[in-house]
């Protein structure tokens, strides 16, 4: 079993930055990959981005890339997406996830169907 727990969002100004963390307890990354989601008011869970532990490929939404930098840390098996530029439109819940780094198609890693253990959510406002 695998638990999650996501820390860092808050209310930021458009153009702010916050950094959000998800760290495991139970089992550690390695061999896993994690993925960060979104989830916005009377919308459906989105992808965001998402960093495979064992090789280190990242992959992100067209909507974040550029702005957004998912990173790993290995001693503290935690993972961290990096928020720069922030937008109203950023604003949601967002879920750290974890699924089988196995898969040879890197659009797998975009789908929520791959993933496993879900954390409970971080809530990140934008607005002024």
């Known amino acids: 079993q695998v638990q999650l727990v996501e820390s860092g969002g808050g209310l930021v100004q458009p153009g702010g930055s916050l950094r959000l963390s998800c760290v495991a307890s139970?089992?550690?990354?390695?061999?896993?990959?994690v993925g960060w989601f979104r989830q916005a008011p009377g919308a459906e869970r989105e992808f965001v981005a998402a960093?495979?532990?064992?090789?280190?490929?990242?992959y992100y939404a067209a909507s974040v890339k550029g702005r957004f930098t998912i990173s790993k840390d290995n001693v503290e098996n935690t993972v961290y997406l990096q928020m720069n530029s922030l937008k109203p439109e950023d604003t949601a819940v967002y879920y750290c996830a974890v699924g089988r780094d196995f898969y040879s198609d890197s659009a797998a890693y975009t789908s929520t169907s791959i993933y496993d253990y879900w954390g409970q959510g971080t809530q990140v406002t934008v607005s002024s």
């Open positions: 960093i495979r532990w064992s090789w280190g490929n990242t």
């Open positions: 139970g089992r550690a990354f390695s061999s896993y990959a």
